[in-house]
DNA sequence: AAGAACTCCTGTTGGC
DNA sequence: TGCCAACAGGAGTTCT
């Protein structure tokens, strides 16, 4: 569900109550996520400073005072809801309802000195949390294999030219990878490959020349990429069912939105006369125009 | 070793 | 109204 733009989003709502802050009381109203939560997950966070929230791809990095990060992950429903003391925002009732998800999906609920609460919600479980040594995150099996993050300095033509050559796999899997380049997911990268002109169908190899040198696809692409989730993280990311911003508002880039959902419409590419088509690539829907994405 | 299929889980939507 | 299949922003695991 998150893509980089949410996850950035929930990050910089998140921020101003839980970093500098104590976990002072950890709720955890179940035992696992997608993955079992941290053996004795409260007796490791209270009494604790949050000294940063960091994001790396879509995962937010909590860095906890004694040398351990909390590494969560919102999978595809999951939903963080701040409350600050006095508000009514976790009572019971349609209020809370709208700003949080149904309350029974509040897994956790993390209480701060400051008086702030912070509830994951998580319908679907997909997401999850684990903490390890913050010396050893690099070395962490869910970071270490991350290709660079798209709006950083290495994610550039050379380096994705570099990465694809020789790739038989399509477009749209090799820039889901997150191996290849992190923090991308089916929105972002379908509204990219239309902003540059690229058939998700194509073979990733195309943004190498036989040298290794870049196309000027790849140029294309790599710019389409870093403009799409440049305007997404300023638009507050994109609500379709699950996500809500921290206080429970909504993103608003989907309203713009070129190709994702817009099957049968018109392209909305100037000039160019096609029908935006849904088709299916490794079980997940590919929105494409056939007409000015080669 | 790359690539594709399968899997986890709940909720919503659309067709009959 | 009910019932059922398809689908949803992800990605680790397991196969070929």
Not at 123 to 150: A, N, Y
Not at 227 to 246: K, P
């Amino acid at each position: 569900m998150p893509e980089l733009p949410e996850v950035e989003t929930v990050r910089r709502g998140l921020e101003p109550v839980l970093a500098n802050r104590r976990i002072a009381r950890l709720e955890q109203r179940r035992p696992d996520l997608r993955f079992p939560l941290p053996e004795k997950f409260s007796e490791r966070l209270c009494g604790r400073r949050i000294e940063t929230l960091a994001r790396r791809a879509k995962y937010l990095l909590a860095h906890i005072e004694g040398g351990e990060t909390l590494i969560m992950h919102l999978g595809m429903s999951g939903r963080f809801t701040i409350a600050l003391q006095g508000s009514s925002a976790n009572e019971p009732g349609n209020f809370a309802r709208t700003q949080g998800g149904d309350p029974r999906h509040d897994h956790v609920v993390f209480h701060t000195d400051g008086g702030a609460s912070v509830t994951y919600n998580d319908p679907r479980r997909f997401g999850f949390m684990v903490m390890t040594s913050t010396g050893g995150l690099e070395d962490h099996p869910l970071i270490r294999q991350l290709g660079p993050e798209p709006l950083g300095n290495t994610m550039n033509a050379d380096y994705l030219a570099a990465r694809a050559r020789s790739r038989q796999a399509d477009l749209k899997a090799f820039l889901m990878d997150q191996r290849n380049i992190s923090g991308l997911g089916n929105i972002y990268v379908c509204e990219a490959l239309h902003r540059a002109g690229l058939s998700p169908i194509r073979a990733a190899a195309c943004l190498a020349k036989k040298s290794g040198a870049p196309t000027e696809r790849a140029e294309r692409i790599a710019s389409a990429i870093r403009a799409v989730l440049n305007e997404a993280i300023a638009a507050g990311g994109s609500s379709l069912r699950d996500y809500r911003q921290t206080d429970g508002g909504l993103g608003y880039f989907q309203h713009a939105f070129s190709v994702y959902g817009r099957a049968g419409e018109a392209c909305l590419r100037q000039g160019c006369r096609g029908t935006v088509r849904r088709t299916v690539q490794a079980g997940r829907s590919t929105f494409h125009c056939p007409a000015c994405q080669r």
